[in-house]
């Protein structure tokens, strides 16, 4: 199962933006806080995250890869994916996939990807 938006702005902004660990809590609804010595994230990068219910979980990166793909596991259970599609010079798609067993983050996962198009926008004005 997946979400998906596209975005006018550059597939490089898009990608930045989502392995920054410093912005995970700005664009993430269920994420209050991160710990992770990498602030771009890379392949085998560990860390924890607060989640909003004040519960601090381990992470791992799974899978990075390029064209632009990163893959979790979250207190040890695989996660969410995370695919940024470049459709041009200046546009393109951003998509999070959802394990089936976790239907219910759908909205959350919608809202993450609306607040980093938000951001990267917000970013390219300036």
Request: charged share 15%; proline share 8%.
């Amino acid at each position: 199962m997946q979400v998906g938006k596209t975005i006018h702005a550059p597939a490089e902004a898009v990608w930045q933006n989502l392995i920054d660990t410093r912005l995970w809590p700005v664009w993430g609804p269920s994420i209050v806080a991160v710990e992770c010595p990498q602030r771009w994230i890379s392949q085998g990068a560990e860390g924890r995250v607060k989640t909003a219910l004040h519960l601090w979980v381990p992470f791992r990166i799974s899978c990075f890869s390029e064209p632009l793909y990163w893959h979790w596991h979250v207190a040890g259970i695989p996660a969410t994916g995370h695919r940024v599609r470049p459709l041009g010079v200046a546009s393109c798609e951003l998509i999070f996939e959802i394990p089936y067993n976790a239907f219910f983050y759908r909205p959350i996962c919608r809202r993450a990807i609306n607040n980093i198009s938000r951001i990267t926008l917000e970013q390219s004005s300036r």
